[in-house]
């Protein structure tokens, strides 16, 4: 199977493949040069060997009585048979007459004081021949005596090619020995990259210092501009985290206000119209004030679970607290919070889980009907501590987990009540940051709503 794109196109692969290529055409040319040699050195042998024969046959010659004689030395033969078991051929001819030897043995035109070499077709193969010329003195007169000795090429072609196929053998040891040290080398250079990128992926999301690690020159650039990257980045995150928190002031501060001040006009005024008024004027400022409170309670959620604050929770605590914040909104509609806080504790960003908690608590306030009650328990148990609030509302109806936990998602029976759908969203971010969970279930008859938050416990 094909890796996908990153790994096709990796520089380490690139890297590889082109110095691969470049290895495998060294070792080809190297190869094509050895040949070459090896026949060249296996031919310059031969005709080394040939011409000491053929210097060797034409050094016995003599003259006697008006005529030349030979007597063909064994150690001419002997030569050119340590050489190979090639066929041998000789020619010794005094003037235009053979004095012995093979008279169609044709060998290439001899030069006075020469040693003449020639390949050549003779008797249905290939052979390399070698003239000289030799003068004898006979009856006073110069004799001409041409030697000519030719031997074919079987041997020397075996001899070049043996040493062909050791240098090919060589070559692709090369080759591989060079292809495994080149991609050694190519992951020993992209090492320092590697380990910055593995560097920069165990830190956090909000971990914006610069990087500090020295690496190669040809990195430095890139260091250079992730630092300047992580600089910007890090500015704009203040910004935001500073806008948050002048939203939320200025934009809760107004809200009550104009609350406060309508329903001093509620008070105040006696036609019903006008109170009518007045009432819609309250629940839309109440819509606004809690949907503009939980997108910044949102907003707080996702910056924080980026960079959460891990310390040692007393979940019972937590909850006593948030209970009583809540208490007062509860005492309006005559809702008793009943408290049932067993011994748990938890690692987590407590801000994060009070949030959480504070929403699901207040939720459950604000769909049940009055003169009901709400429970809020703690709970520790297999390796788990559990935050249960469980109410005698309306329940969640037919709707899922996952679409209840949507932003801006809320269950069929939440109409006319004041929510913006981001209570439970908020609460299940929060405990999914802490590796925890939410779970949502209700009666068997439909009503009531039972949310729990579930964290590792510790």
């Known amino acids: 199977m094909s890796g996908g794109p990153e790994e096709r196109w990796s ?38 060997i040939l011409a000491a024969s053929a210097t060797s046959i034409a050094e016995t010659l003599r003259s006697e009585s008006g005529e030349v004689r030979l007597e063909l ?42 040693v003449v070499f020639a390949t050549l077709p003779y008797r249905g193969a290939v052979v390399r021949a070698v003239s000289l010329q030799r003068t004898i003195l006979s009856d006073g007169a110069a004799v001409p005596v041409t030697v000519t000795l030719a031997q074919t090429r079987e041997g020397v072609q075996a001899i070049a090619a043996g040493l062909s196929r050791q240098a090919a053998v060589l070559s692709v040891l090369v080759f591989v020995l060079a292809v495994g040290i080149a991609a050694f080398a ?33 990195l430095m650039p890139l260091v250079k501009a992730l630092n300047r990257l992580m600089e910007r980045l890090g500015g704009s995150l203040r910004r ?55 997108l910044l309670d949102h907003a707080m959620v996702s910056f924080r679970a980026d960079d959460l604050t891990r310390e040692r929770l007393d979940l019972p605590a937590l909850a006593g607290n948030v209970a009583e914040a809540l208490r007062p909104t509860a005492q309006m509609k005559d809702i008793d919070i009943a408290l049932d806080l067993d011994p748990a504790t938890a690692l987590g960003d407590e801000i994060l889980i009070q949030n959480a908690l504070r929403n699901v608590l207040d939720n459950a306030i604000k769909y049940s009907p009055a003169e009901t009650k709400v429970t809020l328990s703690v709970r520790n148990g297999g ?23 949507e932003r801006f998602r809320r269950g069929a029976r939440a109409e006319g009540v004041v929510g913006s759908g981001l209570g439970l969203t908020i609460a299940e971010e929060a405990l999914r940051a802490h590796g925890g969970r939410l779970d949502l279930s209700g009666d068997e008859d439909g009503r009531g709503a039972c949310v729990s938050l579930i964290l590792p416990a510790v």
Request: proline fraction near 5%.
């Open 383 to 405: 390796g788990e501590a559990r935050v249960t609030v469980v109410d005698e509302g309306p329940g969640f109806g037919t709707a899922s987990a996952g679409e209840l936990t």
């Open 240 to 294: 935001s985290e500073d806008f948050i928190a002048e939203a939320a002031h200025r934009v809760r501060t107004p809200l009550a206000v104009v609350r406060t001040q309508a329903e001093i006009a509620l008070h105040s005024v006696e036609e019903e119209g006008q109170k009518q008024t007045l009432r819609r004027v309250i629940r839309a400022v109440d819509e606004s004030s809690r949907s503009a409170s939980q």
């Open 186 to 218: 190519v992951r020993a250079s992209l090492r320092p990259l590697n380990t910055m990128a593995q560097h920069l992926a165990t830190r956090g999301p909000s971990d914006l210092r610069p990087l500090r690690r020295q690496g190669p020159p040809e």
């Open 11 to 48: 520089i380490a692969r690139r890297l590889t493949l082109f110095l691969a290529a470049m290895v495998a055409i060294l070792a080809l040319v190297s190869w094509g040069m050895v040949t070459s040699f090896a026949r060249e050195a296996a031919g310059r042998t031969q005709d080394n």
């Open 73 to 114: 030395p064994y150690s001419a033969f002997s030569m050119l048979g340590a050489l190979s078991e090639d066929r041998v051929f000789y020619r010794v001819a005094v003037g235009d007459e053979v004095l012995t030897g093979h008279a169609d043995l044709e060998g290439p035109d001899v030069v006075p004081g020469e």
